[in-house]
């Protein structure tokens, strides 16, 4: 977003001949997805009270805030599955421009990709066939284009020393930790714009999260990454970009150095410096 | 090895320090409650054990006479004392296995779209209903078997398959109506209660954060569902077993409509025997030792072969459930 905003200053002091409408297709380039007056709710229920949030290109966005404060429906919102099981959104998402309602939501959801809490590899296929998985729905069947996939996506998580030598084995039959990367390689097969992690690491031990948390600094060049998290530090260590999110609102949106630093709110400094949440 | 005996070794003495502390806190309450309980669990295990052996010792004088023959021929003469169950295994097994070749997909579309498709509202009644076909006694099915599915399959059914499909084997014949179809039928309908709630159970047991994985990589609800019906194939298969044990120990309805004649036909719309009925229709005319000798055995047969399917389906049904605790 900053940075956004400084490639704006820049251009418009190099060339201030430029109209503004060339400024506004830079920006727009520049943010992959863009959130504008979203609300969204269960039945009745308002889960997400207008919120308006740009997500840079190959940045990572964390949101942070306590339980129930409606992280894990904003994330839900982008690629669709919100309605999935059965909630309702008003408001606008831009995904590349286009709102995503006017995308088929299989489509959309290949463009962006998604990480659960849990890891969840299909039990009944293989590692190999769970990288691939994605791919086999696109309807990829050429086996030396996917085993090269394969090994590219499982080099990417660094799961390829761990595992090449068993790829035909059960996906369940590894580690939590390998199972969470396993995840994220299938994610990543299908090669999505952005992809959606709902706190990835929370149910993995110290060394897993490390792991994973490296696997973010790799991912970031290739990926536009909007993290949950519960875990602060981690929001501080690997991301760019930080919203705290607090029953339903949006409270405070800035570059994360500035939101664990200085941020311009109380309420922010409160939850931060564990206060409250 | 070491792993297992040092299990052994930590439940033994788990347990009884456990009834240490009740004598010494003097709970005789607990502790007498608990070999009680323990006492009729291992009861139903002897009950089992006995009825086994009751039907072996009954029936030695037709094993001593007839030997695997009884198995394997075909005449069933209770005038000559010549008994062969072959027949009655037959019509067992073939109208069992028609049964569930109708029922399976049925029961299968009827469990995917409770647990997948119906909204909420829709749900609960149906899967009431389903379950409600299970509750009807066998006698009614059988007496509806009788009034209207035999004259439907004598008036227009068989005689549309046989014009039709006349040139296959099964579809040939005078059509009576009782036969192997009529029977194939109506234990289709009786199974499908079984097949639809337990493979509902089966897909509900599937994690909703398999369904979302599948979702997010951007599958339709058709694939999710493929997905979700992979990861359950074995307690599918374990509910398909549990209604075959259902299908093939079934004796009033089939016995009023299958045709009762120890006869082995390529054609469903010939009548046929099953071990079921024929027990359950001779049992009270079996006027010599060895005609009763030989029903016994009949009994046995049937016993071992139900005993052997549903252990094998509680036993992939076990399996099923729990796989997903490493999930979970």
């Given amino acids: 977003m900053h940075n956004t905003i400084n ?5 418009n002091t190099i060339q201030p001949e430029l109209t503004s409408k060339v400024i506004k297709e830079k920006v727009k380039k520049n943010i992959v997805v863009d959130v504008k007056n979203l609300a969204a709710y269960f039945g009745k229920t308002k889960v997400l009270k ?5 997500v840079p290109r190959n940045k990572i966005l964390a949101i942070i805030g306590p339980s129930g ?5 904003f994330l839900r919102c982008i690629n669709r599955m919100h309605e999935v099981v059965g909630g309702t959104m008003t408001g606008e998402i831009l995904f590349d421009g286009k709102h995503i309602m006017k995308y088929d939501p299989v489509q959309l959801r290949r463009k962006i990709g998604m990480v659960f809490q849990k890891p969840n590899p299909f039990p009944t296929m293989s590692i190999f066939n769970n990288v691939v998985a994605g791919l086999r729905l696109n309807g990829v069947r050429n086996k030396k284009k996917l085993s090269v996939i394969v090994e590219q996506s499982l080099k990417q998580v660094a799961l390829w020393d761990e595992v090449k030598d068993s790829l035909q084995d059960s996906g369940i039959n590894i580690s939590g930790g390998q199972q969470q990367r396993l995840c994220i390689a299938r994610a990543i097969a299908v090669q999505p714009e952005v992809i959606l992690m709902d706190e990835p690491a929370s149910a ?5 999260t490390a792991k994973i948390e490296e696997l973010l600094y790799e991912l970031k060049k290739n990926y536009t990454i909007v993290i949950v998290t519960h875990n602060m530090q981690q929001a501080a260590r690997v991301s760019d970009l930080t919203a705290f999110l607090y029953m339903g609102e949006l409270i405070e949106f800035d570059k994360t150095s500035k939101i664990f630093t200085n941020p311009a709110l109380k309420q922010t400094e ?4 564990g206060r409250f949440g | 090895m070491f792993y297992k005996s040092q299990l052994k070794y930590k439940s033994k003495t788990k347990k009884k320090n456990y009834f240490n502390r009740l004598v010494e806190a003097g709970n005789w309450g607990d502790l007498i409650f608990e070999r009680l309980t323990q006492f009729f669990a291992l009861l139903v295990f002897l009950l089992v054990i006995l009825i086994g052996y009751e039907m072996y010792s009954g029936s030695r004088l ?13 005449t069933w003469d209770p005038v000559k004392e010549i008994f062969g169950a072959l027949p009655a295994i037959y019509g067992t097994l073939v109208s069992s296995f028609l049964a569930l070749m109708i029922s399976l997909p049925l029961g299968l579309g009827v469990a995917i779209f409770l647990s997948e498709l119906s909204p909420g509202w829709l749900e609960k009644p149906l899967s009431f209903l389903t379950e409600l076909l299970a509750g009807i006694p066998s006698v009614v099915y059988g007496l509806w078997g009788i009034f209207v599915l035999v004259p439907w399959l004598r008036i227009s059914v068989e005689p549309f398959l046989n014009k039709h499909f006349g040139y296959l084997p099964f579809f040939r014949g005078a059509p009576y109506g009782f036969g192997m179809l009529a029977a194939a039928l109506i234990l289709a309908i009786m199974i499908l209660p079984i097949i639809s709630s337990i493979s509902r159970d089966i897909l509900r047991s599937v994690p909703d954060s398999q369904r979302e994985a599948a979702f997010a990589l951007g599958a339709t609800r058709w694939e999710v569902i493929k997905i979700v019906l992979a990861d359950s194939r074995s307690g599918i298969l374990g509910a398909t077993m549990l209604a075959l044990g259902r299908a093939i120990g079934e004796t009033m309805a089939v016995t009023m409509v299958i045709g009762n004649r120890a006869l082995i036909s390529p054609s469903l ?7 079921a009925s024929i027990i359950a229709n001779e049992f009270t005319e079996a006027s010599s030792d060895l005609y009763l000798s030989a029903l016994i055995e009949l009994a046995l047969v049937l016993f071992v072969i139900t005993i052997i399917i549903n252990m094998a389906a509680r036993l992939m049904v076990w399996r099923m459930d729990r796989k997903w605790e490493t999930v979970k």
């Fill in chain 1, 204 to 208: 993995l031990d110290p060394i897993s």
């Fill in chain 1, 270 to 273: 409160d939850y931060i410096s």
């Fill in chain 2, 269 to 275: 719309f010939d009548p046929g025997y099953t071990m």
């Fill in chain 1, 50 to 54: 207008e919120i308006n949030l740009p």
């Fill in chain 1, 69 to 73: 404060c409606g992280k894990s429906t």
């Fill in chain 1, 7 to 11: 490639t704006i200053n820049t251009i």
């Fill in chain 2, 62 to 74: 037709s094993i001593q006479k007839f030997g695997w023959q009884f198995l394997v021929t075909s």
